[in-house]
């Protein structure tokens, strides 16, 4: 194995495969980026492979294959055209796209890569350049497993807290939960939250089947539920990912209760036209803990058809 000038990005050799991926992909995804040095779109793809590779400052590993020089690996992958990327997470291969794609279609392709992988606990960083291994930040995702301290404000446990009886709802409710990757720690305890208190919900992170088509899937869930939650916070506003299902939800005439998760007080008033064109007037759930929020989603599912 060669590492890159770049940091978080690696060329792989046939016997560095078992250590530099399989092995790495048990702490962080591991996206494997096979390509050829005569192939036009290869030379468009790995440029915004490997700034994204830095952007996400470590939460995935890129491995970039010669499929000229690696020829095994490309046929036990079964690569019929290049290039092709695949993610391996927790030693298992998922494949995400072939062809050139524009920036913001590949970052949506890695948000769900660590969405996927956070369900199957993996959530390391990688070593900085210097080193230094730099603790995940507030707000960033750690997966199902984190504790509820990392959200940004208090929890109250889910164990203590009696079910809610304040609103009757009706049996047909379904919540597709909408967030960005970074709020996936508190989107886990809501949803968690939700479920016991007997509501239907999906979440991307615990729902996905690995392999199948993401956008297929999505666009399936949010058809067949009855509301969409969003998690609203500075990077969820900014995900093309998040934006997507918006667009789905109001076009399939799905009610939107949102959630506000950023700790900024100011967050509201800075949001983007399109954001306030779709939220309009519907009042926005502050979030103080699953089991508030999810008492004051209970109440207003009561009343939002």
């Known amino acids: 194995m060669s590492r890159s000038a770049l940091p978080y990005v690696v060329d792989v050799r046939e016997a560095d495969f078992p250590t530099s991926v399989l092995a790495q992909s048990n702490s962080v995804p591991v996206v494997v980026d096979m390509w050829a040095s005569w192939c036009g779109p290869c030379q468009q793809l790995t440029p915004i492979l490997e ?18 020089a690696e020829q ?129 919900t999906w979440l991307a992170t615990r729902d996905i089947q690995v392999g199948e088509n993401y956008a297929a899937q999505i666009y399936n869930a949010i058809v067949d539920s009855s509301h969409l939650v969003v998690l609203l916070s500075p990077a969820s506003v900014a995900s093309q990912h998040v934006q997507r299902e918006m667009n789905l939800a109001l076009d399939q005439g799905k009610s939107v209760l949102p959630l506000i998760v950023s700790s900024n007080s100011d967050f509201m008033s800075s949001l983007p036209a399109e954001w306030k064109y779709w939220l309009g007037v519907v009042q926005v759930v502050p979030y103080t803990g699953p089991s508030e929020a999810v008492s004051t989603l209970v109440k207003r599912l009561s009343t939002v058809k």
Do not use: W
């Not at 989107?187 to 479920?195: G, K, N, Y």
């Open 51 to 68: 700034k994204l590779a830095g952007e996400f400052d470590g939460r995935f590993l890129l491995a970039r294959i010669d499929v000229d």
């Open 72 to 200: 095994r690996i490309a046929q036990a992958f079964q690569v019929q055209s290049i290039p092709t990327v695949y993610a391996i997470i927790a030693g298992q291969p998922v494949p995400l796209f072939q062809g050139a794609l524009a920036e913001h279609q590949v970052r949506e392709y890695l948000e769900q890569t660590l969405n996927v992988a956070a369900e199957s606990g993996v959530t390391g960083r990688l070593p900085q350049p210097d080193g230094m291994i730099r603790p995940i930040r507030l707000g960033e995702s750690r997966g199902p497993a984190a504790s509820a301290s990392a959200t940004s404000a208090p929890t109250t446990s889910a164990a203590s807290t009696p079910p809610q009886e304040s609103a009757v709802l009706p049996e047909a409710l379904k919540l597709f939960v909408s967030h960005a990757s970074e709020d996936s720690v508190a989107a886990t305890d809501i949803v968690s939250e939700l479920d016991r208190c007997g509501m239907a």
